[in-house]
């Protein structure tokens, strides 16, 4: 079975720019959750959308933001890109809405590693 | 608040010997505890986790976590470890029934190994 995918794996911005990240999660996986990983340091949350619904949203400015399509898939877009936005954005997927319980294991894909210049 | 604490950011052992990666959590409720790995340009892998059942946790390649409550420890050990074993290693925590915000990762710890 595929696992979680995200594309692209490496990307190039300039200050200012806008992004698109994308994710497609594991078949049957109705949850997708969006980290940042800045170098050196461990995931911090994003998002996280069940169903097509926001259901978290970590300490992030409004420049970033989210959705989830009705295959389950996501996009993680960040507007006015700065140079402190450069990292590795992480995409995890679950069966179920971690609200149902902590516990749920998260599936994660390799990332994505944004530059910018 | 809910926290958590890598104590060291670096472990060197050498190949064969025990490892020890320690972890220090803090939360208002019974919380569930992660620890997963991370290889070089790889993603996240779930190593283990302890959701309230039996307190000493087998995970995968031969890693175990126990929790400890009166010391808000989980601590990750292996017996013998192995040149593949070297990654970066984070403790996560997160507390039931909460939002999506409230899972917290430590900020790591890179384990080497020496030959």
């Known amino acids: 079975d595929a696992g979680v995918t995200q594309s692209p794996t490496h990307l190039i911005k300039t200050r200012g720019q806008h992004v698109t990240l994308r994710c497609s999660p594991i078949s049957g996986h109705k949850s997708v959750s969006w980290y940042q990983q800045v170098l050196g340091q461990g995931p911090q949350f994003i998002f996280q959308y069940y169903e097509k619904e926001e259901r978290g949203r970590g300490n992030f400015p409004d420049r970033f933001s989210a959705r989830q399509f009705p295959n389950y898939s996501s996009e993680l877009n960040v507007n006015a890109l700065l140079l402190g936005d450069s990292a590795l954005y992480l995409c995890?997927?679950?069966?179920?809405?971690?609200?149902?319980?902590?516990?749920?294991?998260?599936?994660f894909g390799p990332g994505t590693r944004l530059l910018v210049l | 608040a809910q926290s958590v604490t890598q104590l060291d950011s670096h472990v060197s052992v050498s190949e064969g010997t025990p490892v020890l990666l320690r972890c220090n959590y803090s939360s208002s409720y019974s919380p569930s505890l992660f620890w997963y790995v991370q290889h070089p340009n790889k993603g996240l892998q779930l190593l283990l986790k302890?959701?309230?059942?039996?307190?000493l946790v087998k995970g995968i390649n031969g890693f175990e976590a126990e929790f400890k409550k009166s010391e808000t420890s989980f601590h990750l050990t292996k017996p013998s470890a192995h040149m593949s074993d070297a990654a970066e290693y984070f403790c996560?925590?997160?507390?039931?029934?909460?939002?999506?915000?409230?899972?917290?990762f430590g900020s790591g710890t890179r384990l080497s190994i020496r030959p």
């Open positions: 302890y959701t309230s059942a039996a307190t």
């Open positions: 995890a997927s679950s069966p179920r809405d971690r609200g149902f319980g902590s516990a749920e294991t998260q599936y």
């Open positions: 996560v925590v997160s507390e039931p029934y909460s939002s999506a915000s409230k899972i917290i």
